[in-house]
């Protein structure tokens, strides 16, 4: 299986919107609802910050919200913090047991 | 609160056998609807699915890995032990310790991750 086409960086000032994509095939985001997106601190553990496309677990901002058209997921962060720096990725289930990841997003807030 | 933590780095030799052990807290993997199993991040594939445990014991292995990978689980002692054999250079990376949510097939908690490596 082949990657998930994330853009390499992605940057934003302060309080504004940015948003990342994730492009796979009809055999992974086309097919199924089962996308996730993850936030990766430098030296620290990812975290899981969307589920099932959209969903947000508890303890995740609202400003945390996600997509899917096609076989194009997306990761949009409204009011970008400081905090928001770091790694991003997406995850979605392909079937048959098995997962594909996406390439990342380094975040950087101006 | 969740925590899964991985076995120290390890150092194996090209065709050797990697043992990893990943012991949990916070849950119990015969709850239901749970996996624990890892991730890894290679320099070659980035971020690679490896397998998982439940805690009926059902293992769930990448189809590119499954013929190198053994998991077994002891629930008593809350751990997880990922065997895999004939490894080779391009296995090098970290390993992630990470729970596998099956009913909507996302990680919900990771460790930081071990690095191991394969060198002769």
């Known amino acids: 299986q082949s990657a998930l086409t994330q853009p390499p960086s992605a940057s934003g000032s302060a309080g504004q919107s940015l948003t990342i994509s994730c492009t796979g095939t009809?055999?992974?985001?086309?097919?199924?609802?089962?996308i996730s997106w993850y936030q990766q601190r430098p030296g620290k553990a990812p975290k899981l910050i969307i589920h099932e496309i959209s969903r947000r677990p508890s303890g995740v901002p609202d400003r945390f919200s996600g997509s899917k058209t096609g076989t194009t997921a997306s990761l949009t962060v409204s009011g970008l913090q400081p905090e928001d720096e770091g790694d991003y990725f997406c995850i979605s289930y392909a079937g048959n047991n098995n997962y594909v990841f996406g390439t990342g997003t380094k975040v950087t807030v101006l | 609160q969740v925590t899964l933590r991985e076995s120290s780095p390890a150092l194996v030799k090209p065709t050797q056998t990697l043992t990893l052990t990943c012991s949990f807290s916070?849950?119990?993997?015969?709850?239901?609807?749970?996996?624990v199993g890892w991730i890894r991040q290679t320099p070659g594939k980035a971020l690679e699915w490896v397998g998982c445990?439940?805690?009926?014991?059902?293992?769930f292995y990448s189809p590119s890995l499954k013929t190198r990978l053994t998991f077994s689980r002891d629930t008593s002692r809350n751990q997880v032990v990922l065997t895999m054999t004939s490894m080779d250079q391009v296995d090098t990376g970290i390993y992630y310790c990470?729970?596998?949510?099956?009913?909507?097939?996302?990680?919900?908690?990771w460790g930081q991750g071990t690095l191991v490596t394969v060198s002769s």
């Open positions: 990470v729970r596998l949510n099956l009913a909507a097939d996302f990680f919900d908690y």
């Open positions: 916070g849950f119990s993997l015969t709850s239901g609807g749970l996996c």
């Open positions: 009809s055999n992974d985001i086309g097919e199924y609802k089962y």
């Open positions: 445990i439940d805690g009926d014991g059902d293992k």
